[in-house]
């Protein structure tokens, strides 16, 4: 099944305008005036003219209908709806592997057999492994209230370092504001804790967790900006809903830029994994994305055959023209 999924993504900003924007935190005049005219990442996707080519994804689907895009491996910058490197650090690692022969839970609990991402920390305090993906979401004001963001983790045992380390999902909003207008939320397992939501738990290891945030269930710390500190790793915690309250006015008007998944610093010795990310809320045309790791197949056999066959002919004519 090699079928062609079309998404009018409507692109409003390009690559190199999100670079600037993201680690800058530059003001956003500009941005909602230039196009994405073409960029290419290397899982196969294609992006031209505002239409997104995804060349080998196994169904053909409406863009009411929810999208399940497998992801291969990880771009080194950020384009619209392609996974890349957002934040590796050294000592930190990200990749995309096969599960099958893992064994255990990891194999046999799988949310989306048989690959997933695994993210890992050696042993120092700089290690970070962040990985995530851009697009355009929309507006806070407009999505909050009816987002669904969902992930599968996995805490793998052999872990060394703090039983509260695990993959955490992260959304990242941009928008004007008087003094900073660009802030993190970040969702970390051990804060979430079933039956012990804000309140600092070890999260169990050896199993993989389905993880299903909404409006008004899954707490986050943010890293500042919109009128609130940086509550540094710790509470305060706060919804979605609670956050849309607390942050000034401004928030309402920022675009959801980024969706991301790691280990932050200062969580050596870490061995994680996860996989079905999902996106989705039905504020105008809606948005609804799942993301599959899978590692990328191998030719099939008939492929290689004719590959043979062309390589042999062009010895062939090499040789006649010799
Ligand atoms: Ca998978």
Known sequence: ?????????????????????????????????????????????VVLGGFLVIGTIGFTAASSEAAEIIVND??????????????????????IVSLTGAGGNLENNAPLPTGAAKITTDSTNAAKAEVGVADSYGKAGNI????????????????????????????????????????????????????????????????????????????????????EANSGGGPPLRTLEGWLAAFDTEFGDADLIQVSVGMGTFNPGQIGFFDNVSIAH???????????????????????????????????ARRRKA
């Not at 492929?303 to 062939?316: E, I, P, R, Y």
């Open 74 to 95: 990880f771009a080194a910058g950020p384009s619209a709806g392609v996974w890349y490197t957002s934040d590796v650090r050294p000592g930190g690692t990200a990749s």
């Open 144 to 227: 909050l209230r009816s987002l669904q963001v969902g992930y599968s983790y996995f805490k793998d045992s052999a872990s060394t370092g703090s039983a509260e380390a695990a993959p955490s999902i992260k959304l990242t909003f941009l928008g004007a504001h008087s003094s900073d207008g660009f802030v993190t939320l970040i969702y970390e397992p051990y804060w979430n804790q079933v039956g012990f939501e804000g309140t600092s738990k070890p999260v169990s290891s050896g199993d993989w967790v389905d993880v299903a945030i909404d409006f008004d269930s899954g707490l986050f710390w943010g890293n500042g900006g919109f009128g």
């Open 282 to 316: 039905s504020f105008g045309g809606g948005f609804d994305k799942t993301y599959n790791f899978e590692v990328a197949a191998v030719p099939a056999p008939a492929s290689l055959g004719l590959l043979a066959v062309g390589l042999a002919g062009l010895g062939w």
């Open 1 to 45: 099944m090699h079928k062609t999924l079309r998404i009018n993504n409507n692109l409003q900003w390009n690559t190199n305008c999100f670079i600037r924007e993201l680690r800058l935190n530059a003001d956003t005049k500009g941005m909602e005036d230039q196009k994405l005219i073409s960029t290419r990442s290397t899982t196969g996707k």
